[in-house]
């Protein structure tokens, strides 16, 4: 999910596709609780429960 002020470019994960088939949505805040507000709040969950994963050192 790439978010913009009041719009949003969302790919959702669907069964047996990669990224660059599945469809591309387009999405514009109307209103409260429509589908930006849906995807938006399910995208802060996901940032909120995420966990810091240190980096390892590069190989020589």
Not at 9 to 20: N, S
Request: no cysteine; hydrophobic share 40%; glycine share 4%.
């Amino acid at each position: 999910m790439f978010r913009f002020d009041n719009e949003a470019l969302v790919t959702p994960h669907l069964a047996r596709l990669v990224g660059h088939d599945s469809p591309l949505l387009h999405l514009r805040k109307h209103d409260n609780s429509g589908m930006f507000d849906r995807f938006a709040e399910h995208a802060e969950e996901l940032w909120t429960r995420g966990a810091q994963v240190d980096s390892m050192p590069a190989e020589s």
